[in-house]
């Protein structure tokens, strides 16, 4: 497998992305998901991505907290006394997604969008930070590929089972057939539709409101 960067700076990598979201959480006192936000629209993120030396090893995690601020925000932070005495949570998620960058060769925002949100990683840490990387790598592997894995739609399948096509469904129901086409292609999340809409596509398939969810 051709791994993101050289393997001489993944360490500090590690070190580093885990040291900024600990300093920023527990020392800035930031959401963890708003500075991650953050640090992958700074353009920081890109260039942790590639192996450059300045930002793997170069800086600490104090300064690309600093610097995620003033590029993603133009606002700096305050001093900040950061004396990290343990481990924590938020260590071990910058410290496990930087390893999984690397191996993967995935950027940080495909990470973030396709399964491992930042939150998901932090969920995983009672179970697998005494693990070896390993089993953090296959998890992820699992949670990205079940995201990327087309999901049958419902809807689509009992429309046709009874026999309509969209813009008669449309028609029926009073959905428009955007809607519908958004529904049954993935782009809308039925489960999160209204309520009248639902209702409405059932009782237009003679169906179960459950079933096209």
């Not at 600490?60 to 343990?86: C, F, I, M, N, W």
């Not at 999984?100 to 399964?115: A, D, M, P, V």
């Amino acid at each position: 497998m051709t791994h993101a960067y050289n393997p001489l700076y993944l360490e500090d990598a590690m070190n580093n992305l885990g040291s900024m979201l600990d300093c920023a959480v527990n020392a800035a006192h930031c959401d963890l998901r708003v500075f991650y936000e953050m640090f992958l629209s700074s353009g920081i993120a890109s260039m942790m991505e590639m192996g450059n030396p300045r930002y793997v090893s170069g800086l600490s995690g104090v300064e690309l907290l600093q610097l995620v601020h003033k590029k993603a925000s133009d606002r700096t932070v305050p001093e900040l006394t950061y004396l990290p005495l343990e481990r924590t949570p938020e260590f071990w998620v910058g410290w496990a997604l930087a390893y999984y960058q690397w191996h993967s060769g995935f950027s940080y925002l495909f990470i973030q969008r396709n399964g491992l949100d930042i939150n998901i990683v932090q969920s995983l840490y009672p179970t697998l930070h005494e693990a070896d990387l390993t089993k953090f790598v296959t998890t992820a592997d699992a949670i990205i590929q079940q995201h990327l894995t087309p999901r049958k739609s419902m809807l689509k399948i009992i429309r046709k089972q009874a026999g309509l096509t969209q813009n008669q469904l449309a028609e029926i129901s009073g959905v428009k057939l955007r809607m519908i086409q958004a529904y049954e292609q993935g782009d809308q999340d039925i489960r999160k539709a209204e309520a009248q809409t639902v209702l409405a596509l059932s009782y237009a398939l003679a169906c179960a409101p459950e079933a096209i969810c």
